[in-house]
T-cell receptor, first 114, second 111 residues
Framework: GAVVSQHPSWVICKSGTSVKIECRSLDFQATTMFWYRQFPKQSLMLMATSNEGSKATYEQGVEKDKFLINHASLTLSTLTVTSAHPEDSSFYIC??????????FGPGTRLTVT | RKEVEQDPGPFNVPEGATVAFNCTYSNSASQSFFWYRQDCRKEPKLLMSVYSSGNEDGRFTAQLNRASQYISLLIRDSKLSDSATYLCVVNFRDSGYALNFGKGTSLLVTP
C-alpha cells in the first residue's frame, strides 16, 4: 500500500517552454502533498506544500508564478514549471501524506532544460 | 535558521562492519525525527522513525538526544545492499507537517 506515482519520470524540454508534472496517490487519499527539488549532491529542498482545494504554500525563495501547483483532488497534484530555463533542471519529487507526519514519495521526475 | 546537518561522508566500510551516522538539528522545537534511505537517482524511502527512548529494527538502531539536538543511526553487520545515502529528516513544529532533510551521508559497503 501507500504508492505514489509521478509522471513523467523524465523530460527534456527547450528553454522557454512549460512542463507539467503529475503526482498521484494510487491507493490512498492525501489531503496534503509536498513538492521537493533536489540538485546533484544536495538535499531535498521543500518547494511548496499543496493542500487539496486551497492554494499552495510556497517556501521562501520559490517563485509561485513560475512553479504553479494545483491540487484539484485528494489523489492528484500537479506542478507546472513555466518558462523553464536550464537552471530549473533538477530532480523533482512529490510526496503524499495520508496522515500527519507520514509521507510517501513518488519516484521523481528528472527535468532537463536545454 | 532551520537546519539539519550531517557528515556527508563517504563512509567506506567492509561487509560485516558496524557504522554510525550522526545528525544535528538547529530547531529545538522539533517533534518528529526520521532516517530515510536514498539510492542513486531514486526517491527517498523511510528507513525508520526515531523515538526519544531509542529504537531498533533488526540491524539498525536509532537514538535521539533532544537536549543535545542530536540523532544517530547505527548499522550493524553491514551488507553490500546497505550502500546508499542516508538522510536525517526532522519535522520542525513551526513547519506544519513538512519535513526538513539533511544533505545525507553516503555509505559504501565493500566486499
Amino acid at each position: 500500500g501507500a504508492v505514489v506515482s509521478q509522471h513523467p519520470s523524465w523530460v527534456i524540454c527547450k528553454s522557454g517552454t512549460s512542463v507539467k508534472i503529475e503526482c498521484r496517490s494510487l491507493d490512498f487519499q492525501a489531503t496534503t502533498m509536498f513538492w521537493y527539488r533536489q540538485f546533484p549532491k544536495q538535499s531535498l529542498m521543500l518547494m511548496a506544500t499543496s493542500n487539496e482545494g486551497s492554494k499552495a504554500t510556497y517556501e521562501q525563495g520559490v517563485e509561485k508564478d513560475k512553479f504553479l501547483i494545483n491540487h484539484a483532488s485528494l489523489t492528484l497534484s500537479t506542478l507546472t514549471v513555466t518558462s523553464a530555463h536550464p537552471e530549473d533542471s533538477s530532480f523533482y519529487i512529490c510526496s503524499a501524506s495520508p496522515v500527519p507526519y507520514e509521507q510517501y514519495f513518488g519516484p521523481g521526475t528528472r527535468l532537463t532544460v536545454t | 535558521r532551520k537546519e539539519v546537518e550531517q557528515d556527508p561522508g563517504p563512509f567506506n566500510v567492509p561487509e560485516g562492519a558496524t557504522v554510525a551516522f550522526n545528525c544535528t538539528y538547529s530547531n529545538s522545537a522539533s517533534q518528529s525525527f526520521f532516517w530515510y534511505r536514498q539510492d542513486c537517482r531514486k526517491e527517498p524511502k523511510l528507513l525508520m522513525s526515531v523515538y526519544s527512548s531509542g529504537n531498533e529494527d533488526g540491524r539498525f538502531t536509532a537514538q535521539l538526544n533532544r537536549a543535545s539536538q542530536y540523532i544517530s543511526l547505527l548499522i550493524r553487520d553491514s551488507k553490500l545492499s546497505d550502500s546508499a545515502t542516508y538522510l536525517c529528516v526532522v519535522n520542525f513544529r513551526d513547519s506544519g507537517y513538512a519535513l526538513n532533510f539533511g544533505k545525507g551521508t553516503s555509505l559504501l559497503v565493500t566486499p
